[in-house]
């Protein structure tokens, strides 16, 4: 195999890998509490992560990301046994994609570009007109997820953080088709070489 040709994971596995640790963690605190859910979300990212790695023969930026923010928030909840840390990691998680993006933009690299693995091909304006919408949704979640925890139950915060983040995230997704559409970048036709 040509070693330039980065791999990539089946849709449907990513898919499963991405949502295998947040239901996994939904099921744990109903089952057995927070601690536990804690504790299953640490062990089910690290999995995924290593999952990702021996399929990609690669580490994927955001799931390494994301693994190093839920090992570490889901440890201190385990560690201090104070929900606080899970119920703090999305806002972290959330505004540091979004710092990302901001300081992406501030020097023109394409962050978001990395982000979304080479799954979108799009002009350099679609590319920073995309980062600016990501980057201002993500400081939208963060605030949402201060808001929910901090003036809900914790059950109501568990189950918006398991069911409202993931449909609020594709609806916004869905939302920027426009963008994409528009600023999709047109592959030069390539030429036979014999």
């Known amino acids: 195999m040509n070693p330039a040709v980065r791999r990539k994971l089946d849709p449907k596995l990513k898919f499963a890998l ?3 640790p947040l239901a996994l963690f939904f099921l744990s605190y109903w089952l057995f509490g927070v601690m536990a859910a804690a504790g299953a979300m640490v062990v089910a990212a690290l999995v995924s992560l290593g999952v990702s790695y021996r399929m990609l023969g690669r580490w994927p930026i955001m799931p390494v990301v994301t ?3 839920v090992v570490t928030f889901g440890s201190l909840t385990l560690v201090f046994k104070d929900s606080t840390f899970i119920k ?3 806002t ?6 979004s710092a990302a993006l901001f300081f992406g933009l501030a020097f023109r690299r394409p962050i978001l570009q990395i982000m979304f693995d080479g799954a979108l091909q799009l002009t350099e304006a679609g590319w920073r007109i995309l980062t600016w919408r990501w980057a201002f949704f993500f400081l939208f979640l963060a605030g949402l997820n201060e808001y929910v925890w901090r003036h ?3 059950e109501t915060w568990f189950t918006f953080k398991s069911f409202g983040f993931l449909p ?3 609806v916004f997704a869905l939302a920027q088709s426009r963008v994409i559409l528009r600023h999709e970048a047109k592959e030069a036709p390539q030429e036979d070489v014999l």
């Open 67 to 69: 693994t190093i923010i």
């Open 168 to 170: 609020l995230t594709v």
């Open 152 to 154: 809900f139950s914790e």
């Open 88 to 90: 703090v990691k999305p």
């Open 92 to 97: 972290v998680l959330y505004c540091l994609f």
């Open 18 to 20: 991405e949502l295998g």
